[in-house]
Every structure is written in structure tokens, then in C-alpha cells.
């Protein structure tokens, strides 16, 4: 919207957002949304990374979560990816260390070289959430995690764990060569938490595919039958495939017959009487904030001249640890992508 300087820090005011889909999932009571909003925050996502997909971008986000979607207006679906603090180039990765971890690839986890698969691995845990209201896999720990998620999809293939130097924080191998997780180990780290054998929580079952949806929530609601959650579940298998050359993509993800019947976006959505409140009062600090950042900026014109340059040509913003190229991000469709480009840039009211 704007920029200027407050003592010596350059500040970027970006457009005031609604609140993020966790706090949708609260005010729910963690019982989650139906599969029709579900389709139209999955549409809008898969259409976000396909544009970070093309040739000229290549963007890995690396920490897609429900804290990072956030909803334009509180009435309404249309919603917005923000936080792009750990993102990288696919060949200028800066952090090995990334994805929160509920939403972290097996790729990520044993330290083999990833790609923009691993945001189509997040994505598909956040497709589960946002409709049952609990993380799919919600593991204490890295070892934690990868149990959780073998117990629903199963052994990871012997070939993707060979690559990996980490495999022994994960796995025991057997004298026959074959690879078998540390449930000992874990059960040291925590006596409380048991696991299940691999692949024995099915997601058909943590769906409530034949059974009305999760918990039978959604029983004989239009649009949650059993054919509504075997398209969905197999979009949701196809984006949390071991394999990340297998992974689907974010272009095949948008024709998946899930998602080829998408309502437009921008359908209302219920949001609480307090979240309301406080989205206003949030406007009316914006407009408090805008106009003195005007005012901030007429007073610093060197500073202004010094940004214009930065996002008018091919420059490389170096801010703290994340090296983008602002420019090529400015020109995201706005109705997918939205602030925070880099980690240190911030909303000027934090700062008033």
C-alpha cells in the first residue's frame, strides 16, 4: 500500500487481512469445515502454488500451515497465502530446517534434497484439517512425526530412506535389509503416546468415509456422501505420496474431478461476533497507520528513491537470512498471494 521509514528501519505497509483458517478451525471448536468450503480454499491454494510453479519463479514457500492462509474478508471464502519468511528459489535453498512440523514432508524430515513437492505434501495435511479440525499427523517430535505418518500411510518405500544419511535417526535396519521404525525409541521419549502398525489408521476411517464424515458429523449432509469423500480422499493421497516425483502437481491438482466443479470464490463464510469486532477495529488502525505512514514517507524521500529501485528492476533484496527477488513476487495475482514477502519486512502498526 505504502512504505516509509521509522527510526532507520525501512516498513512496507501491506493490505489488513481477516484471520487466519487455525482460527477459523477454533471457532469451530476443531470440528472442522464442510467439503464445500474445503473445494473452494483448496482451488485457491493449488492456484497459488501453480503460479509459484512457473518457469520464471520456481518458489518454494516451506511453511505452508492454516496460520499462513489467511481469509480476505471474515464473511467471505476468498482467502490469501502469506508469510514467505522461509522461501526459497528450487536452487537457492537457504535452510535445511523447515516446514512446521505437523505439516513437514518425509523428504524434509530425512534431509534429502526437496522440492516444491514438499508444499503439495503440506497442502494435502491441511485439506484433512480443515475438514476434521485436527492435524492429520501431529507428532512431539521429528521421530514422533514420521511414526504418525507411517501409521496411516504406511512403510516409506526402501529406496527413499536409502537416500537419506538421517535414516538412522527414523529407522533400525534388519539383517535382511529391511528398514524398521524406532517405536522404542519413541516410546522412551514418551510412555504415553503409543503408535499403531503401519498403515493400519486408515484415512478412509479418519475421513468417516462410509460412516457421514468425521466422527459422523456430516451424516446425510448434501455433498458428503461416500462418492464426495472417495474423490476428495484421492486428491488427499495423491498430494501425500512418499515419492516427491510422484507427488501430484499443482496444475494436475486443479483437474481433479475434487476441485472441476469449484464454485466461484468469495461465498460467505460464518465468523464469529468477536473476530468481526476485532477485524474492525484492526480497519480502523490501518487507516490511523496509512495516513501517517504518508506523512513518514514525504519526510524521507532518500529512503523511498533507495526502494523504488529495489522493486523497479531485477534487484535482490537482502533482508536478514532471506534473499528474494521482491519484484518477481509483486507481481503475484494479488487475489492468491498475499503479504510479507521476506521475514523481516513487518505491519507498520506493530511498530506505532
Known amino acids: 500500500l505504502t512504505h516509509f521509514t521509522f527510526r532507520g528501519h525501512l516498513c512496507l505497509v501491506f493490505e489488513l487481512l481477516s484471520y487466519n483458517l487455525y482460527d477459523l478451525l477454533r471457532n469451530t471448536n476443531f470440528r472442522g469445515v464442510s467439503l464445500h468450503l474445503t473445494r473452494k480454499f483448496t482451488q485457491q491454494l493449488c492456484s497459488a502454488l501453480e503460479f509459484l510453479s512457473r518457469p520464471d519463479l520456481q518458489i518454494i514457500h516451506c511453511d505452508l500451515k492454516p496460520e499462513n492462509i489467511l481469509l480476505v474478508n471474515p464473511k467471505r471464502s476468498a482467502i490469501k497465502l502469506v508469510d514467505f519468511g522461509s522461501s526459497c528459489h528450487v536452487n537457492e535453498k537457504v535452510y535445511q530446517y523447515i516446514q512446521s512440523r505437523f505439516y513437514r514432508s518425509p523428504d524434509v524430515l530425512l534431509g534429502l534434497d526437496y522440492t516444491m513437492s514438499i508444499d503439495i505434501w503440506s497442502l494435502g495435511c491441511i485439506l484433512v484439517e480443515l475438514h476434521t479440525g485436527e492435524p492429520l499427523f501431529a507428532g512431539q517430535n521429528e521421530l514422533a512425526q514420521m511414526l504418525k505418518i507411517i501409521e496411516v500411510l504406511g512403510p516409506l518405500p526402501p529406496h527413499v530412506i536409502e537416500q537419506s544419511r538421517r535414516w538412522p535417526v527414523f529407522f533400525e535396519r534388519e539383517p535382511n535389509g529391511s528398514f524398521i521404525p524406532k517405536y522404542q525409541a519413541a516410546k522412551e521419549n514418551n510412555a504415553k503416546v503409543t503408535y499403531k502398525?503401519?498403515?493400519?489408521?486408515?484415512?478412509?476411517?479418519?475421513?468417516?468415509?462410509?460412516?457421514?464424515?468425521?466422527?459422523?458429523?456430516?451424516?446425510?449432509?448434501?455433498?458428503?456422501?461416500?462418492?464426495?469423500?472417495?474423490?476428495?480422499?484421492?486428491?488427499?493421497?495423491?498430494?501425500?505420496?512418499?515419492?516427491?516425483?510422484?507427488?501430484?502437481?499443482?496444475?494436475?491438482?486443479?483437474?481433479?474431478?475434487?476441485?472441476?466443479?469449484?464454485?466461484?470464490?468469495?461465498?460467505?463464510?460464518?465468523?464469529?461476533?468477536?473476530?468481526?469486532?476485532?477485524?474492525?477495529?484492526?480497519?480502523?488502525?490501518?487507516?490511523?497507520?496509512?495516513?501517517?505512514?504518508?506523512?513518514?514517507?514525504?519526510?524521507?524521500?532518500r529512503h523511498a528513491n533507495n526502494l523504488a529501485h529495489i522493486m523497479s528492476g531485477s534487484a535482490v533484496v537482502n533482508l536478514g537470512h532471506a534473499r528474494q527477488p521482491v519484484n518477481q513476487l509483486i507481481g503475484a495475482p494479488s487475489e492468491y498471494i498475499g503479504n510479507s514477502v521476506c521475514m523481516c519486512l513487518v505491519y507498520a502498526y506493530d511498530l506505532l
Open 197 to 301: 502398525a503401519p498403515g493400519t489408521r486408515k484415512l478412509s476411517d479418519i475421513l468417516g468415509v462410509n460412516s457421514g464424515g468425521p466422527m459422523g458429523r456430516r451424516l446425510q449432509e448434501p455433498g458428503h456422501s461416500p462418492a464426495d469423500y472417495a474423490i476428495f480422499m484421492d486428491l488427499v493421497l495423491q498430494m501425500l505420496t512418499y515419492d516427491p516425483d510422484k507427488r501430484i502437481r499443482p496444475t494436475k491438482a486443479l483437474a481433479h474431478p475434487f476441485l472441476r466443479r469449484t464454485p466461484v470464490v468469495g461465498a460467505p463464510v460464518s465468523a464469529p461476533s468477536a473476530l468481526l469486532k476485532q477485524q474492525q477495529q484492526q480497519q480502523s488502525t490501518l487507516a490511523s497507520v496509512t495516513a501517517a505512514a504518508t506523512a513518514a514517507t514525504a519526510a524521507s524521500n
